[in-house]
């Protein structure tokens, strides 16, 4: 198995040759005479789950039930103390370049990858490269509900709410469980699921979406999380970007930490990011940012960002290989929990301080689109198999 992983392993050198002679011969994907611009300014809802009742059974739990929950779900419960700026969020979100996945600043191009976000919730059980894709023909919502809460039937079917066009269970009821369920694990394990569903996939205000289930039923099994957190992340500000609107419902607290550890640059690096025991997330919390910056002031400061104002290569990141294919695809596909996207690593090789080169684009738009309508399934199955 581990010959079968290096043989996969390719240098620099030979990826931008590989990259280069691709794009040649095949071209751009995107519109003939597209231009990579900025749009006119998005009006975006950062409307956020009120969470100190999280936070409050956080605090009231014995050091020994938070390591049960370190060792099974990571460093998530730290997103609960991320405050979300929201004049800088609202800011941000205007340097979305949605054709490509990625932040434009000026000629800096910058985007969250699937090593950073491993990085940054550093959960012991995931296994990187075994990723998630949704089972529509699979155990049934209450099913799974029945399975992660430990509660009868009965129980959970008188609970489940429609909201929208999917199903969901308010938090008061999780929230209960919590609070009351006997059994040690069984109230981690909901403790996790809300913190999933409230604040990594906030769709539905104080409830968790039935999608999130999905995907929280197979956290088990070592499907990583990222790849799934990072589709609708992309999906959601691209939304907003093309309407011009909207409101964003992807996990803000953990992009709001990625992007202050590119722009919070440090003279001398501490050793502790080669510890086993150092989580940034748990640092981002214990640094006051400030928060009296005004919305027009972040726009000054992001559009007239200079090279030597971002730290590239954000300094908790151990050097490690990159994922920038899959299957194939001359990119990497994302299978969200809604819908599918893809975004190309090569495009930001300088976070990784790699020289940068022309990525390849062929077929690039042909992995975005929604889990409805007509032979989506077909899509996410050629998409899975890729990561197999």
């Given at each position: 198995m581990e010959n079968e992983f290096l043989s996969k392993v390719e240098d620099n050198t030979a990826v931008r040759a590989w990259s280069e002679k691709l794009q040649s011969e095949k071209g751009d994907s995107l519109a003939e005479g597209y231009v990579s611009e900025l749009?006119?300014?998005?009006?975006?809802?950062?409307?956020?789950n009120e969470l100190q009742e999280l936070r409050d059974v956080w605090a009231s739990w014995d050091e020994g039930t938070k390591q049960l929950f370190y060792q099974n779900y990571g460093d998530i419960s730290y997103l609960l103390d991320v405050r979300v700026d929201k004049h800088l969020f609202r800011v941000m979100v205007q340097f979305w370049n949605f054709a490509y996945k990625c932040f434009t600043f000026g000629e800096i191009d910058l985007v969250p990858t699937i090593e950073e976000y491993t990085t940054l919730l550093?959960?012991?059980?995931?296994?990187?490269?075994?990723?998630?894709a949704r089972v529509f023909n699979g155990q049934t919502f209450a099913k799974n509900l029945m399975s992660i809460s430990g509660m009868n039937e009965p129980w959970v079917t008188t609970r489940i709410q429609q909201k929208g066009d999917s199903k969901c269970i308010p938090w008061e009821n999780l929230r209960d469980l919590v609070l009351t369920y006997p059994d040690e694990r069984k109230r981690v394990d909901i403790f996790a699921l809300s913190i999933y569903g409230l604040v990594v996939f906030p769709k539905a205000?104080?409830?968790?979406?039935e999608a999130v289930i999905d995907l929280f039923d197979r956290l088990e099994k070592g499907i990583t999380p990222v790849p799934v957190i990072l589709a609708k992340t992309f999906r959601s500000l691209s939304t907003c970007q093309k309407t011009g609107e909207g409101r964003f419902i992807g996990c803000a607290q953990l992009l709001m930490v990625w992007f202050h550890?590119?722009?919070w640059r440090l003279d001398k690096i501490s050793y502790q990011v080669?510890?086993?025991?150092y989580s940034p997330l748990k640092e981002e919390v214990a640094i006051q940012m400030r928060e009296d910056i005004s919305k027009e002031k972040w726009m000054e400061i992001l559009q007239n960002l200079k090279e030597g104002d971002i730290e590239w290569r954000a300094y908790w990141m151990v050097p490690d290989e990159i994922m920038y294919r899959c299957g194939n695809f001359d990119w990497v596909p994302l299978l969200g929990i809604w819908g599918a996207t893809r975004y190309t690593p090569l495009l930001t090789l300088r976070q990784y301080k790699s020289r940068q080169f022309v990525l390849t684009t062929h077929r690039l738009a042909q992995c975005?689109?929604?889990?409805?309508?007509?032979?989506?399934?077909?899509?996410?199955?050629?998409?899975?198999?890729?990561?197999?």
């Open positions: 749009h006119d300014f998005t009006r975006i809802n950062v409307a956020q550093r959960c012991p059980k995931v296994q990187v490269r075994k990723t998630y205000l104080r409830h968790v979406d550890r590119h722009f080669f510890s086993e025991s975005e689109f929604s889990f409805k309508g007509a032979h989506y399934k077909k899509k996410v199955r050629e998409l899975s198999d890729a990561w197999k």
